[in-house]
């Protein structure tokens, strides 16, 4: 019985060598090789990483996901309707930020459509200046596409002196194209929640006149 020929390990090995080195692969271009692709493997998952966080960011505000509220410039077009619905107001402080924050009222009623402006109470209880900035989402997490805010104290770093008190407005209208949505039909009840988070390099701003200044003309 005929036997076919048998080829080594270290046969297939050295022929394998011989043809990279053919196409013009030695050891060390080979190994080159691999590290450049390694390396460009490793800088896309770095870039990717860094994207992810404005892009999540941006769809977040775009759809509502999360229960990430709306931006609006004005008031709904269609105005408000009889549709009413409560909504309550929650307040959080990170650690780290001495800061006392609390709704001045914890909930509302109000029409689907109507503008509405509600008041966060703020009050700096440190020594020293401090800086936070507020997070924000609404539950449940389906009307986050739905929550239209016109203005927010959230919308910019907040910057408190030693023992300041602040008053902080938020703006906002429920859109009345929530009642084409069915699955809210059932909806009573809006929560709009707040988390201050420090900021530990704030952003130095140029002095302003006071209110009182601009009224005498002392700008």
């Known amino acids: 019985m005929d036997h076919e020929p048998t080829i080594s390990r270290d046969q297939n090995r050295t ?13 060390l271009g080979r190994d080159a090789l691999v590290a450049s692709i390694c390396g460009g493997v490793v800088a896309l998952m770095v870039g990717a990483s860094y994207a992810a966080v404005p892009f999540y960011n941006w769809f977040c505000r775009a759809t509502g996901f999360n229960g ?5 410039t004005s008031a709904p077009a269609t105005g408000p309707i009889a549709r009413r619905i409560s909504v309550r107001f929650d307040s959080n402080v990170a650690p780290g930020l001495p800061w006392k924050f609390e709704p001045e009222q914890n909930e509302i009623e109000v029409n689907i459509g109507q503008v509405v402006t509600v008041f ?3 009050t700096n209880q440190a020594a020293r200046t401090t800086a936070g900035q507020a997070a924000y989402n609404v539950a449940p997490l389906t009307v986050g596409s739905y929550f239209q805010k016109i203005n927010c104290f959230c919308f910019t770093e907040q910057t408190m002196a030693p023992g300041e008190k602040r008053e ?3 703006v906002f209208y429920v859109d009345p ?12 009840t809006i929560t709009l929640s707040y988390t201050f988070y420090p900021v530990r390099d704030p952003v130095v701003k140029p002095l302003a006149a006071s209110e009182d200044d601009k009224r005498k003309g002392n700008l």
């Not at 990430?68 to 609006?72: L, P, S």
């Not at 194209?177 to 009573?188: A, F, M, P, T, W």
């Open 177 to 188: 194209s929530i009642v084409d949505d069915h699955e809210n039909d059932g909806l009573s």
């Open 68 to 72: 990430t509220t709306q931006v609006a």
């Open 120 to 122: 966060y109470t703020v």
């Open 168 to 170: 902080m407005p938020v």
């Open 15 to 27: 022929a394998t060598k011989g043809r990279l080195r053919g196409l013009g692969f030695s050891g």
